[in-house]
């Protein structure tokens, strides 16, 4: 065998080296990417498990949001508490609608969450405290929303 044969056989087995370290690589970025999806899911999950405590544990907010599906008088500080809830709900809602656009969570999941919001709207104060929020997210994000409210049944 010559320099030239060995020279040539060096090379292909370097360059069939860097194909397979390519292709461990691209192993790991793929592994690395469903570990983030998973971290996202569970956190966007989190997320909206917190905003739900917080009306679920909290008796006295408890009650007023009762009284505020109840249709019944709030008064201004419950008002507050609710427009504060209802900002809080639609930021990880946003979250979730960024995350559905850059297609790291499906339209069904985003689908269940934007539906469970959409169906608050039938009582005025809580539409009231979501038109607030208009000037600070995209129309779009709205448009999504409200798709949910008009084809389901209230």
Do not use: C
Request: no cysteine.
């Amino acid at each position: 065998m010559n320099l030239d044969q060995l020279n040539k056989w060096l090379t292909l087995l370097a360059n069939t080296g860097v194909l397979v370290g390519l292709f461990v690589v691209i192993l790991e970025l793929r592994q690395n990417d469903e570990s983030l999806n998973a971290q996202i899911h569970f956190s966007l999950g989190e997320a909206f498990q917190d905003i739900s405590a917080r009306a679920t544990e909290n008796t006295e907010f408890a009650q007023t949001l009762a009284r505020l599906f109840g249709d019944q008088e709030l008064e201004p500080y419950e008002m507050a508490q609710v427009l504060s809830w209802i900002q809080e709900s639609m930021i990880v809602l946003f979250s979730a609608y960024e995350l559905k656009e850059q297609g790291i969570i499906s339209e069904e999941t985003w689908g269940i969450r934007a539906k469970l919001f959409a169906g608050f709207f039938d009582n005025e104060n809580f539409r009231v405290g979501y038109e607030s929020n208009r000037e600070f997210y995209p129309e779009d994000f709205f448009r999504e929303i409200e798709t949910y409210y008009e084809t389901d049944d209230h």
